[in-house]
């Protein structure tokens, strides 16, 4: 049937059958890439992908760290980078390609507005990658690494939020205020309840070390127990 077309619509079966026209058509898939070039091209998006995904494990500071976004992250650099390349300049394919992404829907919930950043990232690493634009993906992927890391040191170093539990009598309270206001920087009630068993109070308590604090109010008399526990959310503010 020669109404019957192999992938491009220029190829037929009668074309295949005589070979002349199919090698002609596998001349000039050659000519727009070659194997080199694509196995290239995958190479340095798997390079640009690890080194996202080390990125972001490095100024991950949320609670649940999720090994497999960054398998997530390296995949996307991996699959955008062929789909920009055999789009190339053909409208009607990208067009296409458009028209297949749109019926996908993606269900997963990111909880994390900057997971969403990464993976802006890693497909712009991958669309540079596959147009061949290797000297822009190399200053962009070294760039934002750098920048990423400084900020996530500025922020390892400023004091970490954490909440104090504390089971006490209420004779002990003017010891664990002072206790409070010697040992952390900050600090602010959050919560009081007062039974006949005791006392429960929960304190946000903004400090560098979190090692010493617990001992310290075990130390007070009339403190039964004292629990710290880090004030973060799922996106780790």
């Known amino acids: 049937m020669n109404a019957v077309s192999l992938l491009t619509g220029n190829i037929t079966f009668n074309d295949v059958a005589n ?51 960054t398998l997530t992250l390296i995949l996307l650099c991996l699959v955008t980078t062929p789909v920009v390349m055999a789009i190339g300049s053909n409208v009607a394919l990208s067009m296409g390609m458009v028209g297949a992404l749109s019926i996908v829907r993606f269900r997963t919930a990111v909880k994390d507005p900057l ?24 200053v962009a992927l070294l760039g934002i690494s750098i920048i990423m890391l400084a900020l996530s040191y500025m922020r390892l170093r400023s004091p970490n939020g954490y909440l104090l539990v504390l089971h006490y009598d209420e004779f ?7 206790e409070l206001r010697r040992s952390v920087r900050f600090y602010r009630m959050r919560s009081k309840t007062v039974t006949r068993a005791g006392t429960e109070m929960t304190v ?22 004292a629990t710290l526990v880090a004030c973060q959310t799922e996106a780790g503010a």
């Open 172 to 178: 002990a309270q003017n010891d664990i205020e002072n």
């Open 115 to 138: 997971d969403t950043a990464y993976m802006f990232w890693a497909i712009t690493m991958g669309i540079l990658l596959g147009s061949n634009a290797y000297i822009i993906a190399v």
């Open 204 to 225: 946000e308590i903004r400090l560098d070390h979190r090692a010493n604090i617990v001992s310290s109010m075990l130390d007070i008399n009339g403190v039964h127990d």
């Open 19 to 69: 070979g002349s026209s199919f090698s002609d058509w596998f001349a000039n898939q050659l000519s727009s890439f070659t194997p080199l070039n694509v196995a290239i091209a995958l190479v340095a998006a798997l390079i640009a992908g690890v080194i996202i995904s080390t990125v972001y494990k490095k100024t991950f500071r949320g609670v649940l760290y999720s090994p497999s976004f």
